[in-house]
């Protein structure tokens, strides 16, 4: 088992930066990747950025490419998200996931953390 435990969100102004954070526990040799996705009121849950754990190679989604970076501190068993240039659109729980293999879907999740940015 993998334990996952967001934070960071928090009410910004547009145009602000903010940086999640996410601190595995538990089995996290067993990590393959770490994602950060987002659920708004009313959407289905998007995957914004994906990070291989031991490798540390990244892709985006075309939402949040060149505003948002994923990366990880493997010491400290923690993804970060940063996110410049905030939108009123980025308003949403963002949750942090990991998979433990390629062919594998994303099986464990942390219980979310609230963005709110403000025009």
């Known amino acids: 088992q993998v334990q996952l435990v967001e934070s960071g969100g928090r009410l910004v102004q547009a145009g602000d930066s903010l940086r999640l954070s996410c601190v595995a526990s538990?089995?996290?040799?067993?990590?393959?990747?770490m994602g950060w996705f987002r659920q708004a009121p009313g959407k289905d849950r998007e995957l914004l950025a994906a990070?291989?754990?031991?490798?540390?190679?990244?892709d985006y989604a075309d939402s949040v490419k060149g505003r948002f970076t994923i990366s990880r501190d493997n010491a400290k068993n923690t993804m970060y998200l940063q996110m410049n240039s905030l939108k009123p659109e980025d308003t949403a729980v963002y949750y942090c996931?990991?998979?433990?293999?390629?062919?594998?879907?994303?099986?464990?999740w942390g219980q979310g953390t609230q963005v709110t940015v403000s025009s």
């Open positions: 538990g089995r996290t040799f067993s990590v393959y990747a």
């Open positions: 990070i291989m754990w031991s490798r540390g190679s990244t």
């Open positions: 996931a990991a998979k433990v293999a390629a062919n594998l879907g994303y099986n464990y």
